[in-house]
């Protein structure tokens, strides 16, 4: 009877804490509000049985351990990013696993760039000194992906060490997210020697009288032994400051004013506090623009003559320059008086054009036009017809045709024969030139007619014959002639009818 009571007290025992140490299990889990941005606090419900003999919840979104828990429930955590897959694994107190359980899939977005922060170590630096610039990057919710430094546009390494020297250092640093999205952060470093007592070298560059209200400009130029750090324009208006690195800078300041004398100064401050420092003074007054006049030392010159061409200019604030131009082309320019300029005449109609610019930047200009023609080296045509006999004593009428590409000036008809000698001037009828005569005596004439155009071209022709008794022979006679048409140009055909009558 012992030996039965002691057998069934152990399996009694034994049973008792196996009821104690249930395993925990998951009931149920869920989430209650799927979030679409990542980092945003989202809430899942879990509901454990054997509680008791739990050890804690481990919630995965795949492999990575994103939150533990000690208690059921509804637990909260920041939502990861991209394509969330939830896995819960529940321990118990001996930290085995004893239940685990996969929720629904869900993606989520990070719509906030990263944080990005440059640490510049010394934070205040003189020349000489090993400066270290780090970048720090924090993205919570995708995490980074790539950080960048640069200085002056150049990128550097990351971290990036350095020895200062006098004058101004820009970094930009930025940073990308998983989510592609970018931010960056500048920093300006100022390093000044504190030994420099040197000031900057100014020079200023302005006008020294203006038009009211046009705009103008001042140029201020700068140098310094160390660096420049600004550069400051103080007027009625204001201060303008502009900031400058390097040893040298040039800054252009636009001002308008009203009509009186307007006063600046420039300060030019370098990366030690050294100053210097220019005061100016413009004159501001109406001013009108130069008055232009052409002279031509030939107006209607040939091909291939030289033309001068001389402007004369009156301006009271003086005159800058002086502009040539022939067709639109600009030929010389010129700035000392007397303002000329040469041209090879070309053939064609032209227009010379003269621009003179006045000493505040006013323009005035004159035109002229010109025509230039080839030199007319072709002297006139003559067609000529002579008759072979004339009557003694009775008038005959000589006729000739006269042309010229440019116009005939005059015709003249040459008599000569047995002591007889007479010139006569040819009238015309369009281009047939004639006259008439009667001779004293029988013989043989001669007839020469010259023909002059209106360039003084010349030609000639010469012809003979013979003055006879009328019983000896008498000519046909000329009744009527016409010419068509009755003006030509040159190379035009003429046509010319002419009737005659004989009485044989």
Known sequence: MKRFILLILPLLLISSCAEMKKPPAIVTAYIIEIPEEAGKMMTVYIKISNEENMGSIEIYNG???????????????????GTVRLTIVVYDSLGRISDTVSLQTFKTYDLSPPKVEMKVTPESPIPGDTVTVNVEAEDSESGIVEK?????????NIPYSFTA???????????????????????????SDPNDTISPSVDVVYPGIVQPYENFD?????????????????DLGGVETVQVSGKLATVRFTRTADIGDYHFKVDVEDMSGNVASKEGTIEVRENKPPS??????????????????????????????????????????????PYTASWIAEKGIHKIKVVAVDNEGLEGSAEVGIAVEEEDKEPPSILFSCPDVVILGEPVTFYAVVTDNVGVEGVIFKFEGNGFLEEKKASNLSTVYYTSISFPSTGTYSVVIEARDVNGNEASVTSYFEVKLEEEIKPPRIVNMSVVPSVVNKGEYIHVTVSAEDDT
Not at 148 to 156: F, G, I
Not at 218 to 234: M, Q, S
Not at 317 to 336: A, C, H, N, P, W
């Open 218 to 234: 001042i140029f201020v130029t700068a140098t310094d032994n160390t660096g420049l750090r600004n550069i400051k324009l103080e």
């Open 63 to 81: 492999d990575i351990l994103i939150a533990t828990f000690k208690k059921s429930g509804y637990l909260s955590f920041p939502a990861p990013f």
């Open 148 to 156: 960048h430094l640069y200085l002056n546009q150049e990128e550097v």
């Open 165 to 191: 020297q006098a004058g101004v250092y820009k970094f930009t640093a930025w940073a990308v997210n998983n989510a592609g999205l970018r931010s960056s952060s500048s920093k300006k470093l100022i390093v």
């Open 292 to 337: 232009v006049s052409i002279n031509l030392s030939s107006d209607s010159p040939e091909v291939g003559e030289e033309v001068e061409i001389t402007a004369v200019v009156e301006d009271d604030t003086g005159v800058k320059e002086v502009r040539f131009y022939v067709d639109s082309s600009l030929i010389s320019i010129d700035m000392i008086p």
